[in-house]
T-cell receptor, first 113, second 115 residues
């Protein structure tokens, strides 16, 4: 079983639609959670951190459910420029060598006019 | 200038050749990582290092080696390149503060083709 699992998509939705992605993680000791965005042939870039209380950044809302080991990303009023691959990222921090950053394989989103 | 710089950005090499990919960072982070990305497989960890004296294998370290020459530099070597090492390679860094809500910062990637 992968440590971080995402639906690969692709999600193909019309401009203006609301779309949601989910991600599950297997290590209950995971401490930090993020959504990254990756455009084709570019490096991943941080979209937003995910906090236990949930957080919102403009049209983007992230939720964390530690009990179910589940993270979500909601995009409202989607734009053509939102087309990208969205990576769920989980980290274990600390000084031990067990600490690491784990990426999901990504969910591809395509927004059509 | 980018905080995490990878060189070269693109490279075509022949099977059996030795090649080194270099990464340097100005973030002051202790932790550095090498990933490869293949279509449909996402980012897979090759090696990671938490300081100059600490090197750890990731999930796909076979056929690769690394060197942490300094806090700011982490290089990846393919001792004898083979075609299935054709991929997009990313270097990344992160903070080492325990409990910190740390994010990873990526270089722009190196597109490697082994023919």
């Amino acid at each position: 079983r992968k440590e971080v699992e995402q639906d690969p998509g692709p999600f193909n939705v019309p401009e203006g639609a609301t779309v949601a992605f989910n991600c599950t993680y297997s290590n209950s000791a995971s401490q930090s959670f993020f959504w990254y965005r990756q455009d084709c042939r570019k490096e991943p870039k941080l979209l937003m951190s995910v906090y236990s209380s949930g957080n919102e950044d403009g049209r983007f809302t992230a939720q964390l459910n530690r009990a179910s080991q589940y993270i979500s990303l909601l995009i409202r009023d989607s734009k053509l420029s939102d087309s990208a691959t969205y990576l769920c990222v989980v980290t274990l921090t600390g000084y031990s060598s067990a600490s690491k950053i784990i990426f999901g394989s990504g969910t591809r989103l395509s927004i059509r006019p | 200038d980018a905080d995490v710089t990878q060189t070269p950005r693109n490279r075509i090499t022949k099977t059996g050749k030795r090649i080194m990919l270099e990464c340097s960072q100005t973030k002051g982070h202790d932790r550095m990582y090498w990933y490869r990305q293949d279509p449909g497989l996402g980012l897979r960890l090759i090696y990671y290092s938490f300081d100059v004296k600490d090197i750890n294998k990731g999930e796909i370290s076979d056929g690769y080696s690394v060197s942490r020459q300094a806090q700011a530099k982490f290089s990846l070597s393919l001792e004898s390149a083979i075609p299935n090492q054709t991929a997009l390679y990313f270097c990344a860094t992160s903070s080492n503060r325990p409990g910190a809500h740390t994010e990873a910062f990526f270089g722009q990637g190196t597109r490697l083709t082994v023919v």
